[in-house]
């Protein structure tokens, strides 16, 4: 039985989103392409086949022909329209953040806890990228000893919007390094230090977080937003034995005149266009199996990248290292 799925949100990434259903996933149909603006929900609806399009996000999750939704929408949506789906019934997988609020994660999760199962696969696809994923393997075979550090660049062209912020760099960006961080060395985080260079001009500065974990370790993570040369990720781990790099992805070298070059991403939809499809492709077997994916991220991580994100944005502000404090682990997430 194909699996009908709604994208909600017809943005950048929902149009994504709904091409990688349409044209990537073969257990999968685009049903409802959903938007408040109806015309873009309509226009990607016509030009993916979708057989609807809509403008109500409730309506279209209680749906009879919605099996499954992907919510691309904004990101105060996101926690509240993921309870929707899960008081329907319906598997969704929630571009990041789950929510920028803590307490709205937490509601999530006492939702999914209340209905008995997993719904929520929120969208940290940096887990299904390449390198992270033979970085992870290194660290589990042994290769490079027990994990002491992790150093994370993240650089963009340009900040996505104009009144973009240092504090949206911690709530915006870094969550990927939070969650994959995690990921990668099966740590949780205690403390958090933000600090900020002066640019010459007037654009957001680069944020420069050092994190200690519960159990002794550390990571770094520079976000730049405004990086100018291209969309960069770089990441090193750091073990007792060894040491592995992400190095910038480019699938081609160019020699010519006299000189030798390498072209970086314009931004992450093309540098990680691998690991969406990944991700989706994870979620359709979850809404398939009821499985939830073995690397995927679930509501409380989503609710531990909100945490550190809010601990993030207040040692910035005082330029006072800062304590992370969460709740217990449910082991309903164990
Ligand atoms: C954006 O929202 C993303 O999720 C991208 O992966 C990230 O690189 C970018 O900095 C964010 O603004």
Redesign the pocket.
């Known amino acids: 039985m194909t699996i009908r799925v709604a994208v909600i949100g017809a943005g950048q990434m929902g149009a994504d989103h709904a091409s990688i259903v349409s044209h990537h996933l073969p257990g999968a149909t685009l049903s409802v392409v959903c938007d408040v603006n109806k015309d873009s929900a309509a226009a990607i609806a016509e030009e993916l086949g979708a057989a609807n399009a809509a403008d109500d996000a409730l309506e279209v999750i209680a749906r009879p022909d919605v099996d499954a939704v992907i919510l691309a929408t904004p990101d105060f949506t996101h926690a509240p329209l993921s309870i929707a789906c899960i008081k329907a019934g319906k598997k969704v997988l929630c571009e ?1 953040p789950l929510s920028q609020s803590p307490a709205e994660c937490l509601e999530v999760m006492a939702a999914e806890q209340a209905a008995g199962e997993k719904f929520v696969q929120v969208g940290f696809m940096r887990r299904y990228d390449q390198s992270y994923v033979e970085m992870k393997n290194a660290l589990e075979n042994g290769t490079l000893g027990r994990a002491l550090m992790m150093h994370n660049f ?1 650089r ?1 062209v340009e900040t ?1 919007i104009d009144d973009f912020t240092g504090a949206m760099a911690i709530t ?2 870094a969550p ?1 390094e939070f969650d994959v961080v995690r990921h990668v060395m099966g740590v949780e985080y205690a403390a958090i230090a933000a600090y900020q260079p002066t640019r010459s001009d007037s654009l957001v500065a680069p944020v420069v977080m050092v994190l200690e974990t519960t159990d002794g370790r550390l990571a770094t993570i520079e ?1 730049n ?1 405004n990086a100018a040369y291209g ?1 960069d ?1 770089r990441a090193e781990l750091v073990g007792e034995l060894g040491s592995m790099s992400i190095n910038n992805v480019a699938y081609t070298r160019l020699d010519a005149c006299l000189s030798r070059s390498t072209a970086y991403d314009a ?2 939809r093309t540098r ?1 266009a691998q690991a969406y499809l990944r991700q989706n492709s994870d979620f359709l077997s979850f809404v398939e199996t009821g499985v939830f994916p073995e690397i995927g991220s679930d509501s409380w991580d989503g609710y531990c990248a909100a945490v550190v994100a809010q601990t993030g944005v207040e040692a910035l502000a005082s330029g006072i290292k800062a304590t992370v404090q969460m709740v217990d682990k449910p082991e309903f997430y164990a």
Do not use: G, L
């Open positions: 990041k993240h963009n996505p915006n960006s990927h976000i937003n969309y990720v931004d992450w990680y």
